[in-house]
């Protein structure tokens, strides 16, 4: 059965996933934050879909509960502040609608 969202807002449709989080040291996407101070582009928060990167008085930050595990973050940071692995079984996100 089809689920029709009721408006566009990305953290609505955000709401048909659910992220189940592993401890700490298991997380799936960790960034470097001296090293995105430094970033001519802040590319990650053009390419994320999940409007995970957020700037909060001038540093970045990631929200990893809204993440869709699409990788578009990890290819489009050339800076090498993004380290990226598959979250260990059971954990990560989950598709509840498709
Ligand atoms: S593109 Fe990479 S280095 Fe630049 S702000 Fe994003 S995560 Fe940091
Ligand atoms: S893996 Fe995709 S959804 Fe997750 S933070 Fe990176 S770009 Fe955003």
Redesign the pocket.
């Known amino acids: 059965m089809a689920v029709k969202l009721k408006d566009d807002d990305v953290k609505t449709k955000l709401a048909s996933t659910e992220f189940v989080f592993d401890a700490d040291e298991y997380a ?2 960790t960034i470097n934050e001296e090293i995105c101070e430094r970033c001519p582009h802040r590319l ?1 928060m053009v ?7 957020e700037l909060v008085e001038g540093k970045m930050k ?1 929200h ?1 509960h ?9 290819l ?1 940071c050339d800076q090498g502040s ?1 380290s ?1 692995n598959h979250p260990r079984g059971s954990f990560g996100v989950k598709y509840l609608y498709g």
């Open positions: 799936h996407i990650c390419v994320c879909p999940a409007e995970c990167y990631f990893a809204d993440c869709v595990e699409c990788g578009s973050c990890f489009a993004v990226w």
